[in-house]
């Protein structure tokens, strides 16, 4: 990955390489904070700096589905915000929380550059487009049983 | 020289090199651009949104700080949008800045303060209240109050860029972004301060000088630091006879705003609790309080007695005393006590080097030729460490000019990261390392070799020959420890040279030698400590010591002298590359005498005066200046605070240069021979705490 920036410019990689590092370990441990500045040539805090800054770049580890609703204005219209709180109430989470048992979690997120199929929704990688209640429902039972398709992946 | 661009602010028609920053063309031409995030020598950050300034034909304000100026531009910083945009700004700037100013360290001297003054608005239109996180202590010497800070990111930059440390960052977004130090709760770096100097608020706070003082109660005394031998300017700011804090607001001198933990904290040293304040005597095998008469006649009487039963003196300077109290120690050591039996610690092979050179005008460097040098090659030091300012200079050069860097050391250093080659080399393999970077270096117009102490004595010469061989024009930096090592050489402080390294032709012994002789009558220590781990073999001795501090050889001396530290007293210092600067006395310690009076009244005590001239430092330079060659510096350059380079020795030095006796201390940047042992900061700190 750092042979693609120019020469001096290794410090690019450094958003990158944090978000495949997530995906594979879950969330931005300090051990990854420091493995990723010693391959960048960077100092650790300039690290911490992207990890605080972008959202999707995240301390804790989420559930094994991350269920990303978004409502912003095209979804909004659409019923978004009503997907949401209905996320909230079948899952007993807010934003951001994580299940128990750790299969779910959910976050109200802005635009997630869908909005011709608004309302619509993120599980990890995957989009769901012009999403009703019921396919709500699903979406979230099978994420709790675990057996929710990731096409993504 | 390109073509100047031609272009106009404010009606005005000027001229400046292509890729000149807007902001500065203006400063030059004296239009001021407000900015905060703006700092010559830093990279560009265009944070602060300040500097906005009208362009002709460009449709939105531009930050002036960020806009090179074009052939034909017209810029105006005088519009009413420019005047809105700061007012604005600095309303935004204050949202969530609290109003502290009446306690805050800064006041006086803020910039936030003087521009909200002068561009800001009168109240602000918030009212919702503002946001506050506790202030945060990182480490003994660095506090942060994150909501006075403004997000400039000097900070960030001075630390990541100026010292190439990078302890600092910016963590978060939008209103709770905040400055973070490198280990989540606290700081481990150079503890150098160079981010609370660099501050345009209160942010951060140095944790010496918080809530002592206002600035404008402080008189600034600009002095010379008197730990390593680089020779950096510090303004100590002083009240009611207390130096309360150490920086370089000014940016004078030869290491403009930098600084390091040593100049900007280590003063301290200087009311240390076991500063020696009256003269003591050993009554009964027990040094007790004398007067300074009865103890200057004591010690007047035995050299009187020892010189006419011809017996051996022995004398050690000191490498922190300045030049004129090192010249006027070995005038009094031969032509009154009539003994060659001089010496001081070395540290470094100047003779060799100036015998090698012999007498070449520009082969030696100064700190700023390691700013403009093409490429500069660090042998056998931590320059880093050992070398702060030297290491700051090389690395500005890196940054501003692209120099080529080059490292021959045994251990990993910080100017590896930025070198084209950092070579490894085993102990003492230094020069046959270098020599396989030959095919590198021959191609590097123009070169400076900074050398450790390892290289000495036929390694000097052989490395001015490698020098000589690339046939390009060579310079040279011979590492030396502290603030006037290079001035206790060239004032001949040593057996066999005098003054501006003539021979002296006598034999004499070196401190070793001092230290090893049965038949010693009489040891003279001023201002050293030869007798930390080391014994006097001659039982009988007569010791005198002048010191701050009831050292390892105070303790074992008959006579102890209280004697002034370098912030109390005037006089000059020739730093690491030969450069003199003066130092001016910032406060009295209750008690104590300058090395200078002290000896000077011996002299008189003694009835020798008449024959080693006044005791005044003016008087003494204006003697060095006459007799000493290389150091007829320019006066005025001297006087106003500037740093004049000596000229080196015209010719060979006839003087053997015995590098068995040299050896550096390698004072790391929290060590500082025997003085850093009394200075509380440097043990406060983490890092000094940490070191062996």
Redesign the interface.
Known sequence: MLASYPPGRQRSAVVPMLIFAQDEVGSITPELVQEVAKRCG?????V??CV??YSMLRKKPLGKYHVQICTNISCLLNGGEELWKRACEQTGLGHKQVSADGMVSLEEVECIGACSWAPALQVNYDFEHLVTPERLDEILAACRKGDYVEKAK | MANLVKFTIDGRELEAAPGTLVIDAAKRAGIEIPAFCYYEGLSLQGACRMCMVEVERMPKLQTACTLPVAEGMVVRTDTPQVAQARKGTLEFLLTNHPLDCPVCDKGGECELQDMVFRYGAGESRFTEIKHHVDEKQWSPVVYFDAPRCILCYRCVRVCDEGMGVGALGVVNRGVVAEIAPNHGDHLECDECGMCIDICPVGALTSGAYRYKTRPWEMEHVGTICTHCSNGCRTTLGVRNNQIIRGNNRDSSGINGEFLCIKGRYAFDFYDHPDRLQAPLMKVNGKLEPVSWSQALAAVARKFSDVKARGGNFGVIGSNRTTNEENFYLQKFARQVLGTNNLDHRRSGDIVSLLDALHGQQTALATTADLYQAKAVVVISADLALEHPLLSWQIRANWRHHAAHVYVVTTEPVREDKYSVNAARCAPGQELETLQALRPQLVDEPELIFVFGDTIKGEKVRKLVEFGASLGKPVKYVCLVDYANSRGAMDMGLTPELLPGYRASGMPGLTIAEMLAAEDLDVLWVVGANPLAGASLAARGAFVVVQDLFLTETAQAADVVFPACSAYEKNGTVTNVTGEVQRLKRAVQAMGTKPDLEIIGLLAREMGEAAQLGPWSADKVFAEIRATVPGYNVPLPVILTGGAAQTSPVNGRVEAPARPELIRSARNGLFSSGTLGRYSNVLHSVLEGRRQP
Do not use: A, H, K, S
């Open positions: 960077v100092q650790p805090v300039q911490e700096e605080t800054y």
